[in-house]
């Protein structure tokens, strides 16, 4: 099956400062990419949707700003969460689409913590 | 809107016996219906889907679930289950009328199989 893979798979971060997550599909091209959080003992709620070379959508709520997602190539795309405060540790998963049969291929999750 | 809903935060059953794990869902459209399975920690593995044809669905790990249009359910079942089956396990949809491919989970299912 199509297999993705995120880096880091922890990360632990310093109030302030700026955490990048990778999301890779490592044997198929994903054309569409989403990113969702998830809260402890809670769904998984989408944040965004980013088609490669172009701009994200973003769910409402979730802030652009501070969200950064870069989608350059058809395999990587990255999470960027800028100013991380502690209200921002979470569980971080990312899927990627194939364009057929458009199914999503989860990644292992990114646990961040922010102190 | 799409919606799903799980309506049981936690299942409990005894090795060897029937599990059955409920799910109901509303879209628009034609529905597209999955089943996944996390472990603590982990990202999300595919069970199985329901996208059109027989409505009973076979999956991963003896996992089978049944699409019922009229009820608009897509319960998860196990003829015996195993204690290693003990994790969380979410219901998602997406509409088939939805071009953004977006997955709707449910809350979850937290199955609990004692020995």
């Known amino acids: 099956g199509a297999v993705v893979s995120q880096h880091p798979s922890r990360v632990i971060c310093k109030s302030g400062t700026s955490v990048k997550i990778e999301c890779r599909s490592l044997?198929?091209?994903?054309?569409?990419m989403f990113w969702y959080r998830q809260f402890p003992k809670q769904s998984l709620m989408l944040m965004a949707t980013?088609?490669?070379?172009?701009?994200?959508?973003?769910e409402q709520g979730v802030e652009k700003d501070k969200f950064l997602i870069n989608h350059a190539s058809l395999t990587l795309s990255t999470l960027t969460v800028t100013s991380a405060h502690p209200e921002d540790s979470s569980f971080y998963i990312c899927?990627?689409?194939?364009?057929?049969?458009?199914?999503?291929?989860f990644g292992p999750g990114t646990r961040l913590t922010v102190t | 809107a799409q919606s799903v809903a799980q309506p049981e935060d936690q299942v409990n059953v005894a090795e060897g016996n029937p599990l059955t794990v409920k799910c109901t869902y509303s879209?628009?459209?034609?529905?597209?219906l999955f089943w996944y399975v996390q472990y603590p920690n982990r990202g999300l593995q595919f069970l199985l889907k329901?996208?059109?044809?027989?409505?009973l669905v076979k999956g991963s790990y003896g996992f089978e679930a049944e699409f019922n249009k009229s009820q608009t359910s897509f319960h998860l079942k196990k003829p015996s289950a195993l204690v290693s089956d003990s994790a969380l396990y979410f219901c998602?949809?997406?509409?088939?009328?939805?071009?953004?491919?977006?997955?709707?989970f449910g809350s979850g299912t937290r199955l609990l199989v004692r020995p």
């Open positions: 329901y996208i059109t044809g027989d409505n």
């Open positions: 879209v628009s459209g034609n529905p597209y």
């Open positions: 899927s990627g689409q194939s364009d057929t049969p458009y199914e999503q291929y």
């Open positions: 998602a949809v997406r509409d088939g009328a939805d071009s953004s491919y977006k997955l709707i």
């Open positions: 980013s088609n490669e070379g172009s701009k994200a959508t973003y």
């Open positions: 044997d198929f091209q994903a054309t569409t």
